[in-house]
C-alpha cells in the first residue's frame, strides 16, 4: 500500500503564494509521473502539473509562469510553488503519483484565494 499525505493549502490574498507538499510513503520501490489536479466548486477535477522521474514538468495552460511543480526523489516528496494566485485557483488540489504501474491519489488540499 501507499499513503500520500498532503500540506500546504490554506487561504491567501490575491497576488500571494503557496507551497503544497505532498509525501508518499509505504510499499515504494520507485515512483514514475508525480503530479498535481484541482476540482473547483462545481467543476470537474483537472490536471494542474505533473513531473516525470527524471525533471521534465508539463502544465495546464492556466497555470503556466506562475506553478512551479518539483519533486525530491529520496524523498518521495512533490510540491507545487504556486505564486501570483488569482481568485480562479481556488480549489481542492490533490497529487497524485504513479507507483509500479497504479495511480494512488491523496485526500486533497483546500486552497482558497481571496479577491
Known amino acids: 500500500q501507499v499513503q500520500l499525505v498532503e500540506s500546504g493549502g490554506g487561504l491567501v490574498q490575491a497576488g500571494g503564494s503557496l507551497k503544497l507538499s505532498c509525501a508518499a510513503s509505504?510499499?515504494?520501490?520507485?515512483?514514475?509521473?508525480m503530479g498535481w489536479s484541482r476540482q473547483a466548486p462545481g467543476k470537474q477535477r483537472e490536471l494542474v502539473a505533473v513531473?516525470?522521474?527524471?525533471?521534465?514538468?508539463n502544465y495546464a495552460d492556466s497555470v503556466k509562469g506562475r506553478f512551479t511543480i518539483s519533486r525530491d526523489n529520496a524523498k518521495n516528496t512533490v510540491y507545487l510553488q504556486m505564486n501570483s494566485l488569482k481568485p480562479e485557483d481556488t480549489a481542492v488540489y490533490y497529487c497524485?503519483?504513479?507507483?509500479?504501474?497504479?495511480?494512488?491519489w491523496g485526500k486533497g488540499t483546500l486552497v482558497t484565494v481571496s479577491s
Open positions: 497524485k503519483l504513479l507507483v509500479g504501474g497504479m495511480d494512488y
Open positions: 513531473i516525470t522521474r527524471g525533471g521534465n514538468a
Open positions: 509505504g510499499r515504494i520501490f520507485s515512483i514514475d509521473t
